[in-house]
């Protein structure tokens, strides 16, 4: 257990200094295979344990589609005790079954595709590869770090583990709300920086601003969980603008105003596709029978609203006009939030933004016509 623990920080150490060695270290790109083979021993090494704890190997069936275990671990507690190490390593063995499939397939696709963009000198899609695969390999290793503490103690406290970590969801939810607060504000103060009526020292005084948004963005914790090539890209901005002006640096702000908005592409990552379109439907069904029955059923209908607005939160970033509503509706007093009326129209409102489009007409022969 020492050995797998040991080697489990090992490799999430390893992958989290993946980012350093490409992009910190000169001509870190031009040494791609170089890295990935130093950073992806460590991971090697704790498979190979793996290997020697798993009785056998998993089926496809073992598995959801992020290459992890279907099922919760049914240990706990009190239960873990009571069992003897011998019942423990049983339990261990049959998780680590599973564990040792998903992450040897997702290896096994990640060096295909990397040997693929090689070969092709696609160099941009090829660290594109390490950081796709980092993501998907530091997960899996948390889980086995997670599944043999469940199982000799009954429970796991990973922030403990390593302080710090969140889980892909949580890192693009973190990431997409930390952008869009960072893009309102820049958007705002840089409108003032490029209107030409705008007195010099209020459109200094809005640059400087901008700059300190920025700086403050990329010094949070949010900002380590970018992607590589866009933590890059924060960096070459801060350098263009934090010893700039207003005057000098006029295009540079309103570049980077532009390239906040064009980020917007972290909503459409598949972790976060597959979460926002499972909660807009659970929204908007609570809020279809809610508006419905408003009149009827006043007290349980702003109830369900309430609710729905609490889940509604969970989108944050996703949408300004989804975000303007969920503030309009934070701004309610506990009075205001038992009057149907305006409870109803903004429960409307929500809905729809949050409704799922129409299904695409289809032509005879099954092809969509758009």
Not at 203 to 229: H, K, P, W
Not at 247 to 253: E, T
Request: net charge negative; proline share 4%.
């Amino acid at each position: 257990m020492q050995k797998l623990l040991q080697h489990g920080e090992e490799a999430v150490r390893a992958l989290g200094e993946l980012d350093s060695a490409l992009y910190l270290r000169e001509d870190g790109e031009e040494q791609l295979q170089i890295v990935s083979d130093a950073v992806l021993s460590h991971f090697r090494r704790l498979m190979e344990y793996l290997a020697m704890v798993a009785p056998g190997g998993a089926s496809d069936s073992d598995l959801d589609l992020e290459g992890r275990p279907s099922g919760p671990i049914t240990l706990r507690g009190a239960k873990v005790r009571q069992q003897s190490d011998d019942e423990r390593w049983a339990a261990l063995s049959a998780e680590m079954s599973t564990l040792q499939y998903g992450l040897g397939s997702e290896l096994k696709e990640f060096e295909r595709r990397f040997a693929h963009a090689l070969k092709n000198d696609n160099r941009e899609q090829a660290v594109r590869d390490l950081n796709d695969a980092t993501t998907g390999l530091m997960d899996g290793v948390f889980a086995v770090m997670t599944t043999v503490y469940e199982c000799f103690l009954g429970f796991a406290e990973p922030e403990k583990m390593v302080p710090g970590h969140r889980d892909s969801l949580g890192k693009a939810l973190a990431v997409r709300r930390a952008i869009a607060e960072l893009r309102r504000g820049v958007r705002g103060l840089n409108k003032r920086v490029q209107d030409k009526a705008t007195p010099p020292e209020v459109a200094e005084t809005n640059y400087r601003r901008l700059v300190d948004a920025m700086v403050r963005f990329i010094e949070g914790d949010t900002f380590q969980y970018l992607r590589s090539d866009t933590r890059r890209d924060f960096w070459q901005f801060r350098e263009t603008l934090e010893h700039g002006n207003a005057v000098q640096q006029r295009l540079d702000a309103e570049g980077f105003d532009k390239y906040l908005d064009s980020l917007s592409f972290v909503s459409q990552r598949g972790v976060l596709i597959k979460h926002d379109g499972d909660l807009k439907g659970k929204i908007s069904g609570d809020l279809e029978r809610a508006v419905k029955f408003a009149k009827l059923l006043p007290e349980v209908s702003c109830e369900v609203i309430e609710q729905a607005f609490q889940k509604a939160e969970r989108l944050s970033g996703l949408s300004d006009e989804i975000d303007a509503l969920v503030l309009q509706w934070s701004s309610l007093t506990p009075e205001d939030r038992t009057d149907v009326d305006a409870v109803s129209s903004l429960g409307r409102e929500l809905l729809e933004l949050v409704r799922p489009p129409p299904a695409p007409s289809m032509t005879a022969g099954g092809e969509d016509i758009f």
